[in-house]
């Protein structure tokens, strides 16, 4: 064995079989993207670049997410798993849904991005991965620098080179050794197999902490691989990664259901913000003295519900696990429908401020009144010019109703300069006012409209 592995430490045989590893490599590994961006961190690829999930399904790298604990996440909510966390529905709010992806959802349609807070593909984080990340790790295998030939040469002279990866046979064939792994942060072999799948404390540093004895490193190589432990751990990967790609692992039915529960609450939760959007559009009222389904006087929302689940098999099979009791969570609560209320209006009040800021100057238009509490209301206005069509035409926006407990001039007016600047506006671009008669607003003196007048005049100089 030592004549042989001689034989190629110079001369043209060595070329040779340099040429040869070049090619071999090559044919065997396929370029991959990559998952981690770093700096100046090299391409990097796999060897299996496209591995298909059950029919007609692939994985795709720009799906998958990792939260901070070493997690699949998934950015779409995945509201059933809220259904353990509490059961009063009231209490829940629409930003505490969270939902642990599996790795039949790696090729949704959801819009995902990546985002890994850990590299699962470096050899230093394998000690604290999860299941899922093996799982996808046993599908992609490990990843290798291509343009890393050699590493830097330590004390002795020595140093790693790709020529490691492969292995010569007593016939003279080669071999890809796909389950070496090199870092190039550490300058460190490590074997793939074996550090992810051993059971307990194995010795040696091709299974801990990285094996970096130049010298000696062929030697070391050829007796792990034909060692016992290596050759079952190594058996352990291709095992998974078969049953992954034909998508029939031991969870298989789990992870069908868990897919199909997450679809029907993506579903539902659609159709309740279609239902509040309708709601909010015609100006109609969402409740009525009763918050239960099938029951008189209980609104134009679960009416709506009522209606729906008449037609729709996703809202009819909600409506039957709400009327069996079979859930206590099923998001028609009025907290809710005020959440989202909540979110649809911020999110058109965004939009106002962007035709505004395009427009660049704006009038306002106050006017105070109290409420049915003799809470006193401000409600403002926004007139500007829509330049966001291509018809130029004059809008008018409603902003909202404004709390006040001043209402003097200059209460009224602090609180105009307040809303102006949580809207992102300037004060300085107010080309007109429009008030009531009241003289807290139009007063000469202390009036709210001589304050704005002076303040604009001052910015002036």
């Known amino acids: 064995m030592s004549s042989?592995?001689?034989?190629?430490?110079?001369?043209?045989?060595?070329?040779k079989k340099k040429k040869k590893v070049e090619k071999l490599i090559k044919s065997q590994q396929g370029a991959l993207d990559k998952f981690v961006v770093k700096e100046s961190q090299a391409p990097l690829e796999s060897e299996n670049t496209n591995t298909t999930f059950g029919a007609n399904e692939t994985i795709d790298e720009e799906n998958i997410i990792f939260s901070g604990d070493g997690h699949f996440v998934n950015d779409h909510s995945d509201i059933n798993d809220n259904n353990s966390k509490d059961h009063n529905e009231d209490n829940i709010s629409l930003h505490s849904i969270d939902s642990m992806d599996n790795i039949d959802d790696l090729?949704?349609?959801?819009n995902e991005y990546l985002n890994f807070h850990i590299d699962i593909f470096d050899p230093r984080c394998w000690n604290v991965l999860d299941s899922k990340m093996i799982d996808v790790l046993a599908v992609k295998g490990p990843k290798r620098d291509k343009f890393i030939q050699k590493g830097p040469k330590n004390k002795f002279g020595r140093r790693f080179v790709s020529d490691l990866y492969i292995r010569i046979l007593d016939n003279g064939e080669f071999h890809d050794r796909d389950w070496l792994v090199y870092s190039k942060e550490i300058d460190k072999?490590?074997?793939f197999c074996c550090k992810i799948f051993k059971k307990g404390y194995v010795k040696g540093g091709l299974v801990n902490e990285?094996?970096?004895?130049?010298?000696?490193?062929?030697?070391?190589?050829?007796e792990h691989e034909v060692g016992i432990e290596h050759k079952k751990n190594w058996a352990t990967w291709y095992e998974l990664r078969s049953r992954l790609n034909v998508n029939k692992t031991i969870d298989h039915m789990a992870q069908k259901h868990f897919k199909k529960e997450k679809d029907h609450w993506k579903n539902v939760l659609l159709r309740i913000i279609s239902i509040v959007k309708f709601l909010a559009k015609h100006t109609l009222a969402f409740r009525g003295t009763k918050e239960r389904l099938h029951e008189n006087n209980n609104g134009n929302f679960l009416g709506l519900i009522e209606m729906l689940a008449e037609f729709d098999p996703f809202i009819q099979e909600h409506v039957r696990r709400i009327t069996n009791d079979d859930i206590h969570i099923h998001y028609l609560g009025h907290k809710i429908q005020n959440e989202l209320i909540y979110l649809l209006s911020s999110s058109i009040r965004s939009e106002i401020v962007k035709k505004i800021k395009l427009a660049k100057y704006f009038s306002v238009i106050l006017d105070c009144t109290p409420d049915v509490s003799h809470q006193e209301q401000m409600s403002m206005i926004l007139r500007y010019v829509d330049l966001s069509t291509s018809s130029v035409v004059i809008e008018?926006?409603?902003?909202g109703f404004i709390n006040v407990n001043d209402t003097t001039g200059q209460g009224l007016f602090d609180v105009l300069l307040q809303e102006l600047k949580s809207l992102d506006l300037d004060v300085d671009n107010v080309r007109?006012?429009?008030?009531?008669?009241g003289s807290?607003?139009?007063?000469?003196?202390?009036g709210v409209q001589k304050k704005l007048l002076d303040t604009k005049y001052s910015s002036f100089g």
């Open 4 to 15: 042989r592995i001689r034989k190629f430490e110079s001369g043209n045989d060595k070329l």
């Open 107 to 110: 090729n949704d349609d959801d």
């Open 189 to 191: 072999v490590f074997c």
């Open 210 to 222: 990285g094996y970096d004895d130049w010298a000696h490193i062929a030697v070391r190589l050829q």
């Open 396 to 399: 008018e926006s409603f902003m």
């Open 432 to 437: 007109g006012q429009g008030y009531d008669n």
């Open 440 to 446: 807290n607003m139009k007063g000469r003196h202390q």
